[in-house]
């Protein structure tokens, strides 16, 4: 069995997130439901224990406070992955700097791709499904009258159990430590 991968998410649940996830369910409706975030860490393996893992967690992101993202324009990942998504705009250099303060001791790991924040809309089968979809999302998008911004105020450190099916393991605030000292 191989090593389970672990992840750092920011849920978006507000009306952004819920217009990517009723999105996503239109475009792909054979795709498991994964609920609408932004990926601070990456999938990877832990090179330490879960209870380290958080313990890193726990230091860093209690030192960092919340801050809030604005969500820009349609795009894709094509021709690299046949991914659609929302580019971060405001802030994403607040989302860079808590990566790579995070992508360290048993968290660390060299990552495929450059890390770019994001919300995915939706991963499709192919670059010609990955186009059409990102047509429809950017008409969609572009008539959404809803917020853009989201707060990054809570984390939540995942694990995958079976592919694209994840279980969150503990909250990570921003700001505030997990256990009083």
């Not at 975030?37 to 030192?63: F, K, M, S, W, Y």
Request: net charge negative; with cysteine.
């Amino acid at each position: 069995m191989p090593k389970p991968r672990y992840a750092l998410v920011a849920y978006v649940r507000n009306p952004a997130g819920e217009f990517v996830e009723n999105l996503r369910r239109e475009l792909h409706p054979d795709l498991p439901h994964l609920p609408a975030h932004l990926t601070i860490l990456p999938p990877r393996p832990l090179q330490t224990t879960e209870n380290a893992a958080l313990q890193v967690l726990d230091r860093i992101c209690g030192e960092s406070q919340p801050f809030e993202v604005h969500l820009g324009e349609v795009e894709t990942f094509i021709p690299v992955t046949p991914t659609v998504y929302i580019r971060v705009d405001s802030h994403a250099s607040l989302m860079c700097e808590l990566h790579s303060q995070l992508n360290v001791d048993g968290l660390g790991f060299n990552e495929e791709w450059p890390y770019i924040p994001h919300l995915t809309v939706v991963k499709m089968t192919s670059e010609s499904g990955a186009q059409n979809a990102s047509r429809i999302a950017r008409e969609r998008w572009a008539k959404y009258t809803g917020s853009r911004c989201v707060l990054l105020d809570n984390l939540t450190f995942v694990r995958e159990e079976d592919q694209n099916h994840w279980v969150d393991l503990a909250p990570v605030p921003l700001g505030r430590r997990l256990v009083s000292r």
